[in-house]
Protein backbone atom coordinates (compact mmCIF):
# COMPACT_ATOMS: atom_id res chain seq x y z
CA UNK A 1 0.00 0.00 0.00
CA UNK A 2 1.29 3.40 -0.57
CA UNK A 3 1.96 5.44 2.56
CA UNK A 4 3.19 8.50 0.48
CA UNK A 5 1.55 10.30 -1.52
CA UNK A 6 1.68 14.17 -3.11
CA UNK A 7 -1.25 16.57 -3.02
CA UNK A 8 -1.84 19.75 -4.42
CA UNK A 9 -3.27 22.59 -2.70
CA UNK A 10 -4.07 25.74 -2.73
CA UNK A 11 -1.27 26.73 -0.75
CA UNK A 12 1.00 24.59 -2.56
CA UNK A 13 2.85 21.02 -2.86
CA UNK A 14 1.50 18.78 0.55
CA UNK A 15 4.01 15.42 1.04
CA UNK A 16 1.71 13.13 2.74
CA UNK A 17 2.45 10.65 4.94
CA UNK A 18 0.50 7.75 6.58
CA UNK A 19 1.04 6.52 10.05
CA UNK A 20 3.87 3.70 9.23
CA UNK A 21 5.56 0.98 11.39
CA UNK A 22 9.25 1.37 9.44
CA UNK A 23 11.26 4.29 8.66
CA UNK A 24 12.83 2.69 5.71
CA UNK A 25 9.84 2.13 4.19
CA UNK A 26 8.66 5.57 4.09
CA UNK A 27 12.34 6.57 2.39
CA UNK A 28 11.99 3.98 0.05
CA UNK A 29 8.71 5.14 -0.98
CA UNK A 30 9.79 8.76 -1.58
CA UNK A 31 13.10 7.92 -3.29
CA UNK A 32 10.63 5.69 -5.68
CA UNK A 33 7.71 8.48 -5.49
CA UNK A 34 10.07 11.27 -6.62
CA UNK A 35 12.11 9.23 -9.43
CA UNK A 36 8.47 8.73 -10.97
CA UNK A 37 8.06 12.36 -10.91
CA UNK A 38 11.35 12.78 -12.40
CA UNK A 39 11.32 16.55 -14.25
CA UNK A 40 8.57 17.73 -11.81
CA UNK A 41 10.48 19.50 -9.37
CA UNK A 42 13.28 22.30 -10.25
CA UNK A 43 16.46 22.57 -7.54
CA UNK A 44 14.96 24.53 -4.39
CA UNK A 45 11.88 23.84 -4.42
CA UNK A 46 9.50 24.51 -1.56
CA UNK A 47 6.81 21.63 -0.36
CA UNK A 48 4.91 21.02 2.82
CA UNK A 49 5.28 18.21 4.81
CA UNK A 50 2.23 16.13 6.95
CA UNK A 51 2.44 13.41 8.88
CA UNK A 52 -0.37 11.50 10.43
CA UNK A 53 0.71 10.67 13.95
CA UNK A 54 3.27 14.02 14.05
CA UNK A 55 3.73 13.38 17.70
CA UNK A 56 4.79 9.86 17.41
CA UNK A 57 6.78 9.99 14.55
CA UNK A 58 8.63 13.20 15.04
CA UNK A 59 12.16 11.63 15.49
CA UNK A 60 12.00 10.71 11.87
CA UNK A 61 11.07 14.35 11.03
CA UNK A 62 15.21 15.37 10.24
CA UNK A 63 15.55 12.29 8.19
CA UNK A 64 12.76 12.88 5.73
CA UNK A 65 13.43 16.35 5.53
CA UNK A 66 17.41 15.42 4.44
CA UNK A 67 16.29 12.94 1.98
CA UNK A 68 14.47 15.58 0.37
CA UNK A 69 16.89 18.02 0.37
CA UNK A 70 19.71 15.64 -1.30
CA UNK A 71 17.23 15.49 -3.98
CA UNK A 72 16.38 19.40 -4.22
CA UNK A 73 13.51 19.90 -2.20
CA UNK A 74 13.29 21.71 0.72
CA UNK A 75 10.63 21.52 3.31
CA UNK A 76 9.05 24.97 4.06
CA UNK A 77 6.36 23.75 6.46
CA UNK A 78 5.31 20.93 8.38
CA UNK A 79 1.68 20.93 8.60
CA UNK A 80 0.07 19.29 12.02
CA UNK A 81 -3.31 18.02 12.36
CA UNK A 82 -5.64 15.57 14.82
CA UNK A 83 -7.97 14.56 11.94
CA UNK A 84 -6.21 13.47 8.71
CA UNK A 85 -9.13 13.63 6.68
CA UNK A 86 -8.91 17.28 7.35
CA UNK A 87 -9.24 20.01 4.89
CA UNK A 88 -5.22 20.68 4.54
CA UNK A 89 -5.61 24.54 4.67
CA UNK A 90 -7.32 24.36 8.18
CA UNK A 91 -4.62 22.82 9.80
CA UNK A 92 -1.71 24.75 11.88
CA UNK A 93 1.66 24.44 10.17
CA UNK A 94 5.12 24.51 11.44
CA UNK A 95 7.45 26.90 9.77
CA UNK A 96 10.84 25.84 9.25
CA UNK A 97 12.88 28.27 9.59
CA UNK A 98 15.31 28.97 6.51
CA UNK A 99 17.66 26.71 6.06
CA UNK A 100 21.05 26.38 4.40
CA UNK A 101 23.02 23.33 3.57
CA UNK A 102 26.22 23.41 6.55
CA UNK A 103 29.29 22.85 5.52
CA UNK A 104 29.71 21.50 9.32
CA UNK A 105 26.60 19.60 9.27
CA UNK A 106 26.10 22.50 12.48
CA UNK A 107 22.72 24.58 11.61
CA UNK A 108 23.44 27.92 13.71
CA UNK A 109 21.03 29.92 14.48
CA UNK A 110 21.02 33.37 15.49
CA UNK A 111 18.24 34.69 16.61
CA UNK A 112 14.92 33.95 19.08
CA UNK A 113 12.91 30.94 17.96
CA UNK A 114 9.47 31.71 18.43
CA UNK A 115 6.12 30.19 18.82
CA UNK A 116 4.83 28.69 16.40
CA UNK A 117 8.00 28.06 14.46
CA UNK A 118 10.23 25.12 14.22
CA UNK A 119 14.13 24.20 13.62
CA UNK A 120 14.48 20.80 11.80
CA UNK A 121 18.09 19.76 11.34
CA UNK A 122 19.69 16.65 10.50
CA UNK A 123 22.99 17.13 12.64
CA UNK A 124 23.44 19.45 15.40
CA UNK A 125 21.94 22.70 16.47
CA UNK A 126 23.12 26.30 18.29
CA UNK A 127 20.96 28.88 19.11
CA UNK A 128 21.80 32.33 19.75
CA UNK A 129 18.77 33.47 21.48
CA UNK A 130 15.61 31.78 23.24
CA UNK A 131 13.55 29.01 22.65
CA UNK A 132 10.39 30.08 23.56
CA UNK A 133 7.10 28.27 24.42
CA UNK A 134 5.22 26.45 21.42
CA UNK A 135 8.65 26.29 19.09
CA UNK A 136 10.11 22.99 18.92
CA UNK A 137 13.73 22.00 17.73
CA UNK A 138 14.69 18.90 16.04
CA UNK A 139 17.94 17.98 15.82
CA UNK A 140 19.55 14.95 14.32
CA UNK A 141 22.69 15.34 16.75
CA UNK A 142 22.99 17.86 19.57
CA UNK A 143 21.21 21.10 20.78
CA UNK A 144 23.02 23.75 22.40
CA UNK A 145 20.92 26.90 23.58
CA UNK A 146 23.30 30.21 24.14
CA UNK A 147 19.60 31.31 25.61
CA UNK A 148 16.53 30.73 27.86
CA UNK A 149 14.56 27.16 26.46
CA UNK A 150 10.71 26.91 27.51
CA UNK A 151 9.69 25.47 24.28
CA UNK A 152 9.93 21.27 23.20
CA UNK A 153 13.24 20.13 22.40
CA UNK A 154 14.15 16.60 20.76
CA UNK A 155 17.65 15.55 20.03
CA UNK A 156 19.88 12.44 19.18
CA UNK A 157 16.77 11.56 16.55
CA UNK A 158 19.59 10.48 14.34
CA UNK A 159 22.84 10.01 16.43
CA UNK A 160 20.79 8.30 19.36
CA UNK A 161 21.80 8.43 23.11
CA UNK A 162 25.35 10.23 22.18
CA UNK A 163 23.60 13.06 21.35
CA UNK A 164 23.37 15.93 24.68
CA UNK A 165 20.81 19.32 25.06
CA UNK A 166 22.50 22.43 26.65
CA UNK A 167 21.07 25.64 27.80
CA UNK A 168 21.67 28.53 29.77
CA UNK A 169 18.65 28.49 31.67
CA UNK A 170 15.50 26.62 31.10
CA UNK A 171 12.15 25.91 31.96
CA UNK A 172 10.84 23.41 29.06
CA UNK A 173 7.90 22.08 28.17
CA UNK A 174 9.07 18.18 26.85
CA UNK A 175 13.05 17.52 26.55
CA UNK A 176 13.40 14.27 24.43
CA UNK A 177 16.79 12.63 23.50
CA UNK A 178 16.87 10.03 20.99
CA UNK A 179 14.01 7.66 22.41
CA UNK A 180 13.86 9.17 25.76
CA UNK A 181 11.49 11.21 27.07
CA UNK A 182 11.36 14.21 29.75
CA UNK A 183 8.45 15.69 31.04
CA UNK A 184 7.41 18.23 33.76
CA UNK A 185 11.61 18.91 33.97
CA UNK A 186 11.96 21.78 36.89
CA UNK A 187 13.49 25.26 36.15
CA UNK A 188 16.98 26.02 35.72
CA UNK A 189 18.27 29.37 36.08
CA UNK A 190 22.13 28.54 35.54
CA UNK A 191 23.39 26.97 32.30
CA UNK A 192 22.63 23.06 32.63
CA UNK A 193 23.58 19.96 30.69
CA UNK A 194 20.77 16.74 29.48
CA UNK A 195 21.92 13.71 28.70
CA UNK A 196 21.58 10.00 28.47
CA UNK A 197 23.25 8.18 30.92
CA UNK A 198 23.02 4.25 32.14
CA UNK A 199 19.52 4.30 30.26
CA UNK A 200 18.09 7.34 32.04
CA UNK A 201 18.03 10.85 30.83
CA UNK A 202 19.50 13.01 33.33
CA UNK A 203 19.51 16.72 33.98
CA UNK A 204 22.73 18.20 35.52
CA UNK A 205 24.38 21.75 36.10
CA UNK A 206 27.13 22.62 33.75
CA UNK A 207 29.70 23.01 36.29
CA UNK A 208 28.56 18.96 38.15
CA UNK A 209 28.47 17.37 34.84
CA UNK A 210 30.12 14.12 34.46
CA UNK A 211 30.47 12.32 30.99
CA UNK B 1 4.63 60.39 4.08
CA UNK B 2 2.59 58.72 6.91
CA UNK B 3 4.27 56.13 8.98
CA UNK B 4 2.13 52.82 9.11
CA UNK B 5 1.47 51.67 12.13
CA UNK B 6 -0.43 48.33 13.23
CA UNK B 7 -1.72 47.37 16.55
CA UNK B 8 -2.00 43.74 16.84
CA UNK B 9 -2.10 41.35 19.52
CA UNK B 10 -3.28 37.48 19.05
CA UNK B 11 -5.55 37.32 21.52
CA UNK B 12 -8.49 38.99 22.15
CA UNK B 13 -9.74 41.43 24.55
CA UNK B 14 -6.33 42.90 25.45
CA UNK B 15 -7.10 46.14 24.49
CA UNK B 16 -6.26 46.84 20.89
CA UNK B 17 -9.03 49.31 20.22
CA UNK B 18 -8.51 51.04 23.39
CA UNK B 19 -5.13 51.41 22.30
CA UNK B 20 -5.22 52.31 18.84
CA UNK B 21 -7.64 55.17 19.88
CA UNK B 22 -6.08 56.66 22.75
CA UNK B 23 -2.74 56.65 20.89
CA UNK B 24 -4.55 58.38 17.61
CA UNK B 25 -6.15 60.74 19.54
CA UNK B 26 -3.00 61.50 21.90
CA UNK B 27 -0.73 61.76 18.76
CA UNK B 28 -3.41 64.15 17.40
CA UNK B 29 -3.16 66.55 20.23
CA UNK B 30 0.99 66.74 19.98
CA UNK B 31 0.26 67.85 16.29
CA UNK B 32 0.51 65.45 13.59
CA UNK B 33 -2.29 64.03 11.45
CA UNK B 34 -3.31 61.29 12.15
CA UNK B 35 -5.80 58.07 10.38
CA UNK B 36 -7.16 55.31 12.35
CA UNK B 37 -8.65 52.62 10.30
CA UNK B 38 -10.53 49.93 11.96
CA UNK B 39 -9.87 46.44 10.06
CA UNK B 40 -12.21 44.56 12.09
CA UNK B 41 -14.81 43.93 9.82
CA UNK B 42 -17.70 42.59 10.76
CA UNK B 43 -17.08 42.98 14.62
CA UNK B 44 -16.33 46.73 14.51
CA UNK B 45 -15.74 48.98 18.05
CA UNK B 46 -13.42 51.72 16.77
CA UNK B 47 -16.22 54.15 16.16
CA UNK B 48 -17.72 53.32 19.49
CA UNK B 49 -14.78 53.90 21.58
CA UNK B 50 -14.24 57.04 19.93
CA UNK B 51 -17.75 57.97 19.65
CA UNK B 52 -18.40 58.47 16.23
CA UNK B 53 -20.58 55.82 15.66
CA UNK B 54 -23.37 57.89 14.05
CA UNK B 55 -21.37 59.58 11.55
CA UNK B 56 -20.03 57.37 9.91
CA UNK B 57 -21.46 56.83 6.24
CA UNK B 58 -18.93 55.25 4.07
CA UNK B 59 -16.64 52.00 5.14
CA UNK B 60 -13.63 50.48 4.48
CA UNK B 61 -15.94 47.95 2.75
CA UNK B 62 -16.97 50.91 0.23
CA UNK B 63 -13.78 51.61 -0.08
CA UNK B 64 -12.30 48.92 -1.36
CA UNK B 65 -14.81 48.15 -3.47
CA UNK B 66 -14.74 51.77 -5.42
CA UNK B 67 -17.53 53.08 -4.34
CA UNK B 68 -16.05 56.05 -2.60
CA UNK B 69 -12.39 56.71 -2.40
CA UNK B 70 -10.50 56.72 0.68
CA UNK B 71 -10.72 60.32 1.63
CA UNK B 72 -14.22 60.34 1.07
CA UNK B 73 -14.74 57.69 3.48
CA UNK B 74 -12.86 59.28 6.59
CA UNK B 75 -14.57 60.67 9.59
CA UNK B 76 -13.37 63.64 11.41
CA UNK B 77 -13.39 63.14 15.33
CA UNK B 78 -15.15 65.43 17.03
CA UNK B 79 -12.62 66.93 19.84
CA UNK B 80 -9.34 66.43 17.93
CA UNK B 81 -9.68 67.62 14.51
CA UNK B 82 -6.50 65.91 13.54
CA UNK B 83 -7.47 62.57 13.94
CA UNK B 84 -9.99 60.56 11.73
CA UNK B 85 -11.15 57.59 10.95
CA UNK B 86 -11.89 55.16 8.92
CA UNK B 87 -14.65 53.25 9.98
CA UNK B 88 -15.54 49.49 8.61
CA UNK B 89 -19.13 47.74 7.79
CA UNK B 90 -20.68 45.45 10.62
CA UNK B 91 -22.58 43.45 8.04
CA UNK B 92 -19.76 42.16 5.58
CA UNK B 93 -17.07 39.82 6.61
CA UNK B 94 -12.95 39.48 6.27
CA UNK B 95 -13.21 37.67 3.63
CA UNK B 96 -14.69 40.11 1.32
CA UNK B 97 -11.44 42.07 1.92
CA UNK B 98 -7.66 41.00 0.89
CA UNK B 99 -4.03 42.42 1.90
CA UNK B 100 -3.78 43.58 -1.56
CA UNK B 101 -6.93 45.66 -1.31
CA UNK B 102 -5.71 46.97 2.55
CA UNK B 103 -2.20 47.92 0.67
CA UNK B 104 -3.99 49.88 -2.00
CA UNK B 105 -6.54 51.64 0.27
CA UNK B 106 -3.90 52.91 2.64
CA UNK B 107 -1.12 54.07 -0.27
CA UNK B 108 -4.13 56.69 -0.82
CA UNK B 109 -4.12 58.19 2.25
CA UNK B 110 0.02 57.85 2.38
CA UNK B 111 0.00 61.40 1.81
CA UNK B 112 -2.47 62.85 3.42
CA UNK B 113 -1.44 62.00 7.42
CA UNK B 114 1.85 61.88 9.42
CA UNK B 115 0.44 58.74 11.11
CA UNK B 116 -2.17 55.75 10.00
CA UNK B 117 -2.65 53.49 12.78
CA UNK B 118 -4.54 49.97 11.89
CA UNK B 119 -6.39 48.13 14.36
CA UNK B 120 -6.36 44.58 13.41
CA UNK B 121 -8.90 41.87 15.07
CA UNK B 122 -8.05 39.16 17.31
CA UNK B 123 -6.89 35.86 15.94
CA UNK B 124 -3.92 35.49 13.29
CA UNK B 125 -6.07 34.73 10.26
CA UNK B 126 -7.10 36.48 7.02
CA UNK B 127 -8.35 40.01 9.46
CA UNK B 128 -4.63 39.87 10.50
CA UNK B 129 -2.97 39.48 7.65
CA UNK B 130 -5.20 41.86 6.31
CA UNK B 131 -4.57 44.57 9.22
CA UNK B 132 -0.53 44.17 8.72
CA UNK B 133 -0.15 43.98 5.17
CA UNK B 134 0.19 47.32 5.07
CA UNK B 135 1.86 48.55 8.00
CA UNK B 136 5.82 49.16 8.71
CA UNK B 137 5.86 49.26 11.93
CA UNK B 138 3.43 46.75 14.89
CA UNK B 139 2.94 47.29 18.08
CA UNK B 140 1.71 44.30 20.20
CA UNK B 141 -0.14 44.61 22.90
CA UNK B 142 -0.22 42.09 25.96
CA UNK B 143 -1.32 42.31 29.46
CA UNK B 144 0.89 40.75 31.75
CA UNK B 145 -0.89 37.27 31.85
CA UNK B 146 0.61 34.01 30.27
CA UNK B 147 -2.20 33.41 27.86
CA UNK B 148 -1.65 36.79 26.68
CA UNK B 149 2.03 36.56 26.15
CA UNK B 150 2.11 33.69 24.57
CA UNK B 151 -0.50 34.20 21.51
CA UNK B 152 1.92 37.60 21.44
CA UNK B 153 5.03 35.71 21.23
CA UNK B 154 3.00 33.71 18.12
CA UNK B 155 1.95 36.85 16.37
CA UNK B 156 5.60 37.82 17.20
CA UNK B 157 6.90 34.61 15.00
CA UNK B 158 4.38 35.24 12.38
CA UNK B 159 5.18 38.71 11.77
CA UNK B 160 9.18 37.58 11.37
CA UNK B 161 8.03 35.65 8.67
CA UNK B 162 6.04 38.35 7.24
CA UNK B 163 9.13 40.77 7.02
CA UNK B 164 9.05 42.20 10.33
CA UNK B 165 12.53 42.46 12.39
CA UNK B 166 12.83 43.02 15.27
CA UNK B 167 13.04 46.87 15.39
CA UNK B 168 10.00 47.03 13.52
CA UNK B 169 8.13 45.06 16.37
CA UNK B 170 7.56 46.85 19.92
CA UNK B 171 4.84 45.72 23.05
CA UNK B 172 2.94 47.86 24.68
CA UNK B 173 1.47 46.17 28.23
CA UNK B 174 -1.75 46.85 28.93
CA UNK B 175 -3.97 46.40 32.12
CA UNK B 176 -0.99 46.78 34.54
CA UNK B 177 -1.31 46.40 38.18
CA UNK B 178 1.35 47.67 40.17
CA UNK B 179 -0.27 46.28 43.56
CA UNK B 180 -0.19 43.01 42.32
CA UNK B 181 2.93 43.43 40.65
CA UNK B 182 4.69 44.50 44.07
CA UNK B 183 2.78 41.77 46.19
CA UNK B 184 4.58 38.78 43.30
CA UNK B 185 1.59 38.01 41.73
CA UNK B 186 1.77 40.05 38.57
CA UNK B 187 4.18 39.44 35.64
CA UNK B 188 6.62 42.35 36.11
CA UNK B 189 7.15 44.52 33.04
CA UNK B 190 11.17 43.01 32.61
CA UNK B 191 9.38 39.44 32.79
CA UNK B 192 7.36 40.54 29.55
CA UNK B 193 10.62 42.02 27.91
CA UNK B 194 12.41 39.03 28.33
CA UNK B 195 9.44 36.61 27.18
CA UNK B 196 9.51 38.61 24.76
CA UNK B 197 12.60 39.76 23.70
CA UNK B 198 11.26 42.90 22.48
CA UNK B 199 11.27 46.20 23.26
CA UNK B 200 8.43 47.68 25.35
CA UNK B 201 7.38 51.21 24.22
CA UNK B 202 4.51 51.66 27.25
CA UNK B 203 3.62 50.07 30.24
CA UNK B 204 0.09 51.30 30.47
CA UNK B 205 -1.88 51.33 34.20
CA UNK B 206 -5.19 49.12 34.79
CA UNK B 207 -8.14 52.19 35.17
CA UNK B 208 -11.73 51.95 35.85
CA UNK B 209 -11.69 55.46 34.18
CA UNK B 210 -10.56 53.44 30.50
CA UNK B 211 -13.74 51.81 30.92
CA UNK B 212 -16.08 54.58 31.82
CA UNK B 213 -14.44 56.33 28.63
CA UNK B 214 -14.81 53.51 26.39
CA UNK B 215 -18.71 53.49 26.97
CA UNK B 216 -19.31 56.99 27.01
CA UNK B 217 -17.14 56.75 23.61
CA UNK B 218 -14.62 59.66 24.73
CA UNK B 219 -10.95 58.06 24.39
CA UNK B 220 -9.68 58.76 28.03
CA UNK B 221 -6.61 60.28 27.25
CA UNK B 222 -9.17 63.61 26.34
CA UNK B 223 -11.21 63.12 29.33
CA UNK B 224 -9.93 61.14 32.42
CA UNK B 225 -7.12 60.31 34.20
CA UNK B 226 -4.28 62.26 33.81
CA UNK B 227 -1.66 59.67 34.52
CA UNK B 228 -2.78 57.27 31.37
CA UNK B 229 -2.58 60.37 29.61
CA UNK B 230 0.89 61.12 30.18
CA UNK B 231 1.63 57.20 29.63
CA UNK B 232 -0.13 57.30 26.17
CA UNK B 233 1.90 60.60 25.63
CA UNK B 234 5.17 58.91 26.46
CA UNK B 235 4.22 56.13 24.21
CA UNK B 236 3.60 58.32 21.71
CA UNK B 237 6.96 60.27 22.14
CA UNK B 238 8.94 57.23 22.12
CA UNK B 239 7.38 56.55 18.76
CA UNK B 240 8.37 59.45 17.45
CA UNK B 241 11.66 58.65 17.99
CA UNK B 242 12.39 60.19 21.87
CA UNK B 243 14.12 58.04 24.36
CA UNK B 244 11.97 58.25 27.60
CA UNK B 245 12.75 55.74 30.18
CA UNK B 246 10.06 52.94 31.38
CA UNK B 247 9.96 54.05 35.02
CA UNK B 248 8.63 57.23 33.57
CA UNK B 249 5.31 55.12 32.99
CA UNK B 250 5.61 53.12 35.80
CA UNK B 251 5.99 56.42 37.95
CA UNK B 252 2.86 57.54 36.88
CA UNK B 253 1.54 53.94 37.42
CA UNK B 254 2.62 54.33 40.94
CA UNK B 255 1.75 57.75 41.32
CA UNK B 256 -1.59 57.30 40.55
CA UNK B 257 -2.90 55.78 43.42
CA UNK B 258 -2.48 59.19 45.62
CA UNK B 259 -2.93 61.67 42.39
CA UNK B 260 -6.78 59.94 42.22
CA UNK B 261 -7.28 60.43 46.04
CA UNK B 262 -6.36 64.10 45.35
CA UNK B 263 -8.31 64.49 42.57
CA UNK B 264 -11.47 62.37 44.01
CA UNK B 265 -10.93 64.88 46.69
CA UNK B 266 -10.94 67.82 44.80
CA UNK B 267 -13.98 67.10 42.70
CA UNK B 268 -15.85 65.87 45.86
CA UNK B 269 -15.22 69.26 47.45
CA UNK B 270 -16.29 71.46 44.70
CA UNK B 271 -19.25 69.33 43.91
Known amino acids: MDLVDFKMTKDGLVLVIKDYESIQVILDQIVSKLSQMKGFFAAGDKIMLMMERHEMHSHDIPRIVSLLRQHGIDVAQILIGDSFQNDLSSLSRMKLL ?7 GTKVVKKHVRSGQAVVHSGDIVVLGNVHAGAELLAGGSIVVFGNVKGTLRAGLNEGDSAIIAALSMQPTLLQISGYILREVSSYEEPIVVHVKNGKIVVEKAKDVKF | MAKVIVVTSGKGGVGKTTVVANLGCTLAKLGDKVCVIDADIGLKNLDVVLGLENRVVHTLLDVVNGKVSAQEALVKHKQQRNLYLLATSQVATKEMVSPEDMKAVVKALHPLFDYIIIDSPAGIERGFRNAVAPAELALIVTTPELPALSDADRVVGLLENLGFDEKAMKVVLNRFKPKMVKAGEMLTEQD ?10 GVIPDCEDVIIATNKGIPVVL ?5 VARVFENVARRLKGETIPLDQDLAQVQEKGFLTFLRNLFTRKRS
Do not use: H, M, P, Q
Open chain 1, 98 to 104: EERETKS
Open chain 2, 192 to 201: VASTLALEIV
Open chain 2, 223 to 227: NGDLG
